[in-house]
């Protein structure tokens, strides 16, 4: 039985981010079972999304809901029970993103099924922020990064560039159609490879099943959008001696990931349990212990708040196409799936999540004429 007091204490917290308990405002949380109360108080994040997929609540702004009980730091008053605890100690003591657990991610998230991807992506099947700053639509709006990306590089025609982390092969597709560059990218999601390769066909580019330490060669550029989030902060360093050793002398080193405030050494309960497993994001202190020694940081580029457009437009998309989904996919996932898109979208508008593109050259190269906007 409910106690009285968990809903209590839940309520209040709640009113610290003007937030109403079934309130009229589209942001208010619709409680539909009295044990969502308890359920939070004890697993924190990972209880208050299990019973969003169990149905215990809805809301109908999710996103606004979650940017204000950020933005009022309602997570640092909550203090998670053993479950929350094992969570961080797990990923002290192992190395939960080491070449043996690689392929998990892949398998778990990335294999779900083209036909989701495709149904919420851009035509290319970006899967990482796009760039909103002149574009109206998000197939403009992930054209414009990957020709910023392109811009950042310095990419010309002949380029040999290594993408660590290559998705269905958007950038290496677009680098080679529109800069003539010959582009090596490497995933650990077989649909990825195969779906990608056929998308590729005819264009100078190869898209491997590999993990990124496995990779061999030298190359113009070596770049990863969107992988850093599944390095793990035990393995930035190694992350960063892979680039150095596969980087050609004068070469240009690129980094697009999201990132986080504070640094941690695990991630998100919920995310990780239902969405990527193994998952953190690296703070700036993290990655840049990481590179010192090896690299110097020639740009570092913040527009976090275009990710939360992104994810908002993935999401009508998905919504948009449940009908033709919904024979492959149950109900829970896609609770499950619109709790991960506009919790993040939320993440992002709290500004407690930031979207990086970092560009970096070797010490004593000369500093490289890029465009960094």
């Not at 039985?1 to 937030?19: F, G, W």
């Not at 479950?83 to 398998?107: D, T």
């Not at 709006?141 to 002949?158: F, M, N, T, Y």
């Amino acid at each position: 039985m409910t106690s009285k007091n968990s809903q209590t204490i839940i309520r209040e917290l709640l009113e610290h981010a003007e937030i109403q308990v079934n309130g009229p405002h589209p942001w208010d949380i619709q409680i539909h079972d009295s044990r969502f109360y308890d359920r939070v108080l004890r697993e924190v994040e990972l209880g208050l999304g299990e019973s969003y997929m169990d149905g215990w609540w809805d809301c109908e702004a999710l996103d606004e809901f979650i940017n204000r009980v950020l933005q009022a730091r309602l997570d640092t008053k909550v203090k998670g029970n053993w479950k929350i605890m094992l969570h961080m100690l797990r990923a002290k003591l192992f190395n939960l993103q080491s070449p043996v657990k690689a392929y998990e991610i892949g398998e778990h998230h990335y294999d779900l099924g083209n036909d989701l991807y495709q149904a919420m992506l851009d035509k290319r099947l970006n899967y990482t922020c796009a760039y909103w700053k002149d574009a109206s639509t998000l197939d403009e709006a992930q054209e414009a990064k990957l020709d910023l990306v392109c811009r950042k590089i310095s990419l010309e025609p002949g380029m040999k560039v290594l993408e660590l982390g290559c998705g269905w092969g958007s950038f290496a597709k677009y680098a080679a159609e529109e800069y003539g560059a010959e582009v090596l990218g490497v995933t650990v999601s077989k649909e990825q490879v195969e779906l990608g390769m056929e998308l590729c066909q005819g264009l100078p580019v190869e898209l491997r099943l590999q993990d990124y330490r496995e990779v061999e060669g030298q190359y113009d550029a070596v770049i990863s959008i969107g992988v850093m989030e599944h390095v793990g902060y035990k393995n930035y360093r190694t992350y960063m001696e892979v680039v150095d050793r596969t980087l050609k002398p004068g070469g240009i080193a690129f980094i697009h990931t999201i990132g986080r405030n504070d640094s941690a050494v695990s991630g998100n309960a919920w995310t990780e349990k239902y969405i990527f497993p193994n998952g953190m994001l690296p703070s700036i202190a993290q990655l840049g212990a990481a590179m010192e020694g090896l690299f110097v940081m020639e740009d570092w580029h913040n527009f976090g708040p275009d990710y939360g457009k992104t994810l908002l437009a993935w999401h009508a998309n998905f919504e948009e196409a449940w009908p033709e989904l919904k024979s492959d996919y149950d109900e829970r996932f896609r609770r499950m799936w619109r709790y991960y898109l506009l919790s993040s979208a939320g993440g992002f508008r709290s500004r407690m999540s930031q979207l990086w593109q970092m560009v970096m050259t070797r010490l004593g190269d000369s500093q490289p004429n890029c465009r960094f906007t």
